[in-house]
Nanobody, 117 residues
């Protein structure tokens, strides 16, 4: 089994920053070989892909967050991060860490990000 635990969400003013973390644990072998993703889901909306980081460190972002968000990973610690800058009210959502690993597709419990003045 694989467990993912997100942290770092909270309430922030527009223009502010937050850093989300995702800790992966459990029966994981060669964590560095697998891509990882951040998704988000706003109230009443479908879950959407925000950012992806490949095993080699290549990154891709949704157009709505390009230039503001940065995804990164620490393979030695089995950690995934999302640095979010210049936050906007439309970034308000529950953010989920996603780890497609082996035959499974694992999700964290989510962390709430609220951008409001």
């Amino acid at each position: 089994q694989v467990q993912l635990v997100e942290s770092g969400g909270g309430l922030v003013q527009p223009g502010g920053s937050l850093r989300l973390s995702c800790a992966a644990s459990g029966m994981i072998s060669r964590f560095w070989l697998y891509a990882m993703n951040w998704y988000r889901q706003a109230a009443g909306e479908q879950r959407e892909l925000v950012a992806t980081i490949s095993s080699g460190g290549s990154t891709n972002y949704a157009d709505s967050v390009k230039g503001r968000f940065t995804i990164s990973r620490d393979n030695a610690k089995n950690m995934l991060y999302l640095q979010m800058n210049s936050l906007k009210p439309e970034d308000t959502a529950v953010y989920y860490c996603n780890f497609p690993y082996g035959l499974g597709n694992y999700w964290g419990q989510g962390t709430q990000v609220t951008v409001s003045s």
